[in-house]
C-alpha cells in the first residue's frame, strides 16, 4: 500500500524561507507527476508547482522565481524549497503524487499528502 508523508512548514516571516519534502513508500513502479498544491481558508485547492520528469515543470505564476520544485528519484521524495515568501503564500501545503504502483495488480492512481500549514507573517 501506498502511503505519502508531508513534512516542513510552520511559521515564518515575511520574506523568509521554508522547505517542504514529501516522501512515497510501497511498491512503487513508476511516478509520473510528483506536485505541490495549497488551499488557503476560503479559497479552493490550487496548484503550486509540479514536476512531470525530464526536466519539465511548472509553477503557478505567483510563485515563479520565488519557489522550486526537486525531486529525488531514488528515494521517492519530492521537495518545495520556498524563497521571498508572503503573507499570502499562508496556506496548507499539500504533496500529489501521480504514480503506478502494484500490490495484488498493477494500477495507476494519485496519493495526496496529510497538507502542512505554512503561515507567513507580515
Known amino acids: 500500500q501506498v502511503q505519502v508523508v508531508e513534512s516542513g512548514g510552520g511559521l515564518v516571516q515575511s520574506g523568509g524561507s521554508l522547505r517542504l519534502s514529501c516522501a512515497a513508500s510501497?511498491?512503487?513502479?513508476?511516478?509520473?507527476?510528483l506536485g505541490w498544491y495549497r488551499q488557503a481558508p476560503g479559497k479552493q485547492r490550487e496548484l503550486v508547482a509540479i514536476?512531470?520528469?525530464?526536466?519539465?515543470?511548472n509553477y503557478a505564476e505567483s510563485v515563479k522565481g520565488r519557489f522550486t520544485i526537486s525531486r529525488d528519484n531514488a528515494e521517492n521524495t519530492v521537495y518545495l524549497q520556498m524563497n521571498s515568501l508572503k503573507p499570502e503564500d499562508t496556506a496548507v501545503y499539500y504533496c500529489?503524487?501521480?504514480?503506478?504502483?502494484?500490490?495484488?495488480?498493477?494500477?495507476?492512481?494519485?496519493?495526496w499528502g496529510q497538507g502542512t500549514q505554512v503561515t507567513v507573517s507580515s
Open positions: 514536476d512531470y520528469g525530464r526536466g519539465t515543470t
Open positions: 500529489n503524487i501521480d504514480l503506478l504502483h502494484t500490490d495484488s495488480a498493477t494500477k495507476r492512481g494519485e496519493f
Open positions: 510501497g511498491n512503487i513502479v513508476f511516478i509520473y507527476s
